[in-house]
């Protein structure tokens, strides 16, 4: 039974004797519309007493605040993630711009320790001379190595900033 089957039902008229419509089709009719009543009414029941039962396992099971649909984060939740990705941020922008400077350092101190080095093999004798290029070429694979490495770690971790 549906709203325009009803809209649209008619009965016949009663005999000429009696006003109104024939008794028997408007029973009829009523005990239908009961009867529809009646099963969506039952439904109607069943589907509160799933959606109950639904919500009461959402709530034993935490999931969610019960306000807001499942998996759908709530606002504190949002703003925890944000407050971490940005402190995340900030200590790997700190970390690389350790990193820079330490690097600038260690390259100027190879530099120095290689002008130094290069200033007193002119003074050395041949012994020295061979230690002085040992020494030399030993601070140039590793300022070789730290460019290396920094450029690895720019290349795996971009800036974001």
Known sequence: MTPETLRTMSFPRAPLTRRGYSEEPVHDALRRCAAALTALTEENDRLRADMQRHRDW???????DGASPTGVPTVDAVLQQARAQQSAEQ???AAREQAR???????SQAEAILAQMQKQGGQA???DQEETERLI???????????VTADQYATKHPSTT
């Open 125 to 127: 004798g041949e012994g």
């Open 58 to 64: 959402i709530r034993a099971n935490n999931i969610g």
């Open 101 to 107: 400077t330490m690097l600038r350092a260690a390259r």
């Open 91 to 93: 200590t790997v922008f």
């Open 137 to 147: 070429s030993y601070l140039r694979q590793i300022a070789q190595s730290l460019t």
